[in-house]
């Protein structure tokens, strides 16, 4: 993982090079999200269709910012 790097899924899909360490850490959030949910931190994000998740590795850890589209990825 590289930061700045962007990763777009379809809810339940991990996205090709996607680490599967974190994509289990993450994707409740993602599913979430994509089905619609929001405000997962009771007002704590800006933007209430959005998340700041960190993956459970605790040698290497990487923090996500997850926003849900509005158009559908492919």
């Known amino acids: 993982m590289k930061e700045g ?11 090709g090079g996607f680490c599967d360490s974190a994509w289990e850490s993450i ?8 089905c619609g949910g ?5 007002g704590w994000m ?3 269709k959005s998340a700041m998740i960190s993956c459970n590795d ?5 923090s996500f ?3 849900a589209m509005e158009e559908e990825a492919d």
């Open 65 to 67: 910012l997850i926003e």
């Open 38 to 42: 929001e405000d997962i931190y009771n």
């Open 46 to 48: 800006k933007n209430k």
């Open 5 to 15: 790097q962007v990763f777009i899924t379809n809810g339940w899909k991990k996205p």
């Open 27 to 34: 994707s409740p959030f993602v599913m979430t999200l994509a």
């Open 58 to 62: 605790g040698f290497r850890p990487v």
